[in-house]
């Protein structure tokens, strides 16, 4: 079948602005977006920049928006989102500097995750690995099942207007360490996050949990 997509580019080394590139290609029926921009930079224009690894949505490295809204790539299909042929447009994730392309800098996102101790703290130093039931790690399975995309932090409405906050993928890596059964500080994590810039700053318009994989 014949796929039309446009896709945002910008280069910093040889322009000022970005623009849309509009290619046309011929795809299998069940291509990905991925696939098509893979064939794009492979067989049309190998000046396109892209980010991907698995191709089966589970390391996050291919989060983009497509026709608006923060996707997985890889996992979505180009029918999908066109069924009668329409224009895709493909553009980098929302609330992220631009390197090159669909390219994103991603170093404030791990800064941000680093920042709320993303692992179990305890008073004693374990013997051995220290083990949970699975029975009492149940509630905690979502946010387990993350895999650090940022479509979550590209949809985030009050990222827009203010950078300083923590944001959704960082505030779901500290729930998921507040509320794990082991960990000793989740006083000290609350009082963190209790702070400017912390969970109350988040205004429940639930965009993340709509584009999140």
């Not at 500097?97 to 374990?126: C, G």
């Not at 099942?145 to 949809?155: K, L, Q, R, Y």
Request: glycine letters at 6%; aromatic letters at 6%.
């Amino acid at each position: 079948m014949e796929a039309q997509i446009k896709v945002k580019r910008f280069n910093p080394e040889n322009e000022s602005e970005s623009f849309y590139q509009d290619y046309s290609l011929d795809v299998a029926e069940d291509s990905t977006i991925l696939d098509g921009l893979i064939k794009i930079r492979e067989e049309i224009d190998g000046t396109l920049a892209l980010r991907c690894s698995c191709r089966a949505s589970i390391c996050g490295s291919c989060s983009m928006k497509v026709n608006g809204s923060a996707k997985l790539v890889c996992k979505t299909r180009i029918k999908e989102v066109s069924p009668n042929g329409e224009l895709v447009t493909v553009e980098p994730m929302g609330n992220f500097p631009v390197i090159k392309d669909l390219v994103t800098d991603m170093d404030l996102f791990w800064s941000k995750v680093k920042s709320v101790d993303p692992y179990v703290r305890t008073n004693f130093e374990p013997e051995a690995e220290h083990i949970a039931s699975n029975e009492s790690m149940t509630h905690l399975l979502g946010v387990m099942n993350c895999i650090m995309c940022g479509a979550c932090v590209s949809e985030c409405t009050a990222l827009e207007v203010d950078p300083t906050f923590t944001g959704p993928a960082a505030l779901a890596k500290a729930y998921r360490f507040v509320a794990d059964p082991r960990d000793e500080e989740k006083k000290s994590r609350l009082g963190k996050l209790n702070e400017n810039s912390g969970v109350w700053d988040c205004t429940r318009c639930l965009a993340c949990v709509e584009v999140c994989p």
